[in-house]
């Protein structure tokens, strides 16, 4: 299995204003999710992140408001760009790992945002 | 285009009850199903996973079924217990994606 870390945990920011979420994996993996789970919802896919390659986004979500970094195999961030009371969410890391083909998929701890 | 519903939305028991979590889902062309817990503000724990190959998996007093063809798969839970009020979340993932898709969950409490 795969050890996720998230900083920061929580935070509340102004509108306006950007924050950056940083995703730590204690192993080398190729491929990294960013998911927002708006209040009382499910989980949405933003984006997939490959290390060396532009992050995929989803239908609804764009680069400029979500940017996102893969510098490496262990490590990603998102940016939540502008932000606005609508982006209050957690924002939850995930990875595929799982041995011998069988994906299973991980996730950080989430970081709660709150926009005011 | 791939969608997981999950019934009951929420479910009360009583502490020592077995219980059973359905999930379904529109497409049968999936690759595995995965079962997490979520406790309130925090992240995905898995729980169980099913290969489309499989039947069924188990892990100490969960135990999951997948029905591939009709597209179902259920969590059963042995002898609940108070540490078990979670809300339980069914995702599969298609054959030919890489993408999970997630039901709504089920807000599972367990009363001492």
């Known amino acids: 299995s795969a050890v996720i870390s998230q900083k920061p945990s929580r935070d509340i920011c102004q509108r306006g204003t950007s924050l950056t979420i940083q995703c730590q994996v204690d192993s080398q993996v190729t491929m990294m999710f960013w998911y927002r789970q708006q209040p009382g919802q499910s989980l949405t896919l933003i984006a997939t992140a490959n290390q060396g390659s532009e992050a995929t986004y989803e239908s609804g979500f764009v680069i400029d408001k979500f940017p996102i970094s893969r510098p490496n195999l262990t490590f990603s961030t998102l940016t939540v760009s502008n932000m606005s009371p609508e982006d209050s969410s957690i924002y939850l890391c995930?990875?595929?790992?799982?041995?011998?083909?069988?994906?299973?998929?991980?996730f950080g701890p989430g970081t709660r945002l709150t926009v005011t | 285009k791939q969608e997981v519903t999950q019934i009951p939305a929420a479910l009360s028991v009583p502490e020592g009850e077995n219980l059973v979590l359905n999930c379904s889902f529109t497409?049968?062309?999936?690759?595995?199903l995965q079962w997490f817990r979520q406790d309130p503000g925090k992240g995905l724990t898995s729980l169980l996973l099913?290969?489309?190959?499989?039947r069924e998996q188990t892990s100490g007093r969960l135990n999951a079924s997948l029905d591939k063809s009709s597209g179902r798969s259920t969590l059963y839970i042995a002898a609940s217990q108070p540490g078990d009020s979670a809300t339980y979340l069914c995702?599969?993932?298609?054959?030919?994606?890489?993408?999970?898709?997630f039901g709504s969950g089920t807000r599972l409490l367990v009363r001492p």
């Open positions: 995702a599969v993932r298609g054959d030919s994606s890489y993408k999970l898709i």
């Open positions: 497409d049968s062309a999936i690759y595995n």
């Open positions: 099913i290969q489309s190959s499989q």
């Open positions: 995930s990875v595929l790992g799982g041995v011998d083909g069988s994906y299973e998929q991980y």
